[in-house]
């Protein structure tokens, strides 16, 4: 089935917004087996938009609209499509009340111009938004089906999920049972993680099982779309496929699915009843943002020290008369976490040292991480370059740290390689 993404607005088309709606439908279209062919990108302007619509109609067998839903003059996606499918504009007196009744629930009056959300196609098919006003729809334009969503990205992924794949699927006739399987890595590169990963397909011969990646620094999604008859086809296909993905990946896999890197280590932590306080340079106290608000977190998580300064580090710490001067090391460091811990009783601190290369911010610039992981009965640390701008160097000292806590959590290397060799 040849698919099309039309993507409106002109904050859009003149890049005032990164266009992550894009992204997230067909990076979520790709897991379920639709491949998108066309995505185009336009601006508020009724012939542009109209022509965008024509061609798409000509070229695509279903086409997915974003944005362009809501009640202002410039919200032109109803009228556009009305004007495409030669039908009229008539108002959708069900949905007029689900939007009363949305504004009445909390405790508002609706304007007028929202009104003009229930104005759609008279052949359009209502596509529901349990969680917003703009109603979505779906026609017949020329040859191809369109669905209209908002551009609202919770909004979004709420229908794309519930309404438009399960739509998407029906026409295009593939199998409708389809399941997901994620592996969330760290320290290992794409490449690298395809090599060691060759042949996993092979494992179901009937081509069912596909392999696929997602890079986002400092993370690597391995992905595994599965097709099935039903759950229990999609289960048995699976089982071999991910015990292979896990023996051959092992310890770098830090999360699977849903979980996150900071989730596992909140678990953890609480199964033993542990507590954990946290020191951070350079990085902005991202480490700690990424587990103080977690639901939870108020049991485990005690403190948070950040700082630029050594000097300023050692001092908060209670490292009276400890000299700063000089490169940082994994000694200072370890010194560093014993110090926090004694100070604020945790079970577990975590120290992330970095020192920075001096002049200008390019490709080549980098940084030393200096890390440890204090308790009560000994301590661990790791010294690491990473390379590649201050904002390379941020974010993987962030994920660096939070890696090697699981790790220890887990009875793991903190410190680990895996050789094509030994793979």
Known sequence: MRLEIICTGDEVLTGKIVNTNFSYMSQRLEDVGLSVRWETTVGDDRESLLRAFQLA????????????????????????????????????????????????????????????????????????NPIGTACGFALD?????????????????????????????????????????????????????????????????????????RAHYPQLETKLTVRGTDTDDIRRKLEPVEREVRARLGNFILAEDDQTLEGVILGELTSRRGSLSIVETFT?????????????????????????????????????????????????????????RRQTSSTHVLAVLIDLDEGADRIEFGGTVCLAISTEQDVASRRSRIVGGREWVRLGAVEMGLDCLRRYLQNLPVYERIDFEKA
Not at 141 to 163: D, N, S
Not at 175 to 202: M, N, P
Not at 302 to 318: M, N, P, Y
Request: include cysteine.
């Open 141 to 213: 334009i020329g040859k191809a089906r369109f669905f209209f969503t908002p551009g609202v990205p919770r909004e979004l992924k709420r229908m794309l999920e519930e309404q438009v794949i399960p739509r998407l699927l029906a026409r295009s006739g593939l199998q409708a049972v389809i399941q997901l399987k994620r592996f969330h890595s760290y320290g290992l590169g794409e490449s690298h993680v395809d090599a060691l990963l060759t042949g996993v397909e092979a494992l179901v011969p009937d081509g069912s099982v596909k392999l696929g990646f």
């Open 284 to 340: 902005g106290g991202q480490i700690a943002a990424r587990m103080a608000h977690l639901p939870g977190a108020e049991k485990v998580f005690r403190r948070g020290l950040v700082a630029r300064d050594l000097g300023e580090v050692c001092a908060a710490a209670g490292l009276e008369g400890t000299s700063p001067a000089g490169e940082i090391t994994t000694e200072i460091a370890e010194a560093v976490a014993q110090a926090l």
């Open 57 to 128: 109609a000509e070229r695509a067998d279903a086409v997915i609209v974003n944005g362009g839903l809501g009640p202002t003059v410039d919200d032109l996606s109803q009228e556009v499509a009305a004007q495409a499918a030669g039908v009229e504009l008539t108002l959708n007196e069900e949905w007029l009340a689900r939007m009363e009744d949305f504004f009445r629930r909390r405790s508002r009056v609706m304007p007028p111009n929202n009104t003009k959300q229930a104005m759609l196609p008279v052949t359009a098919e209502v596509i529901d």
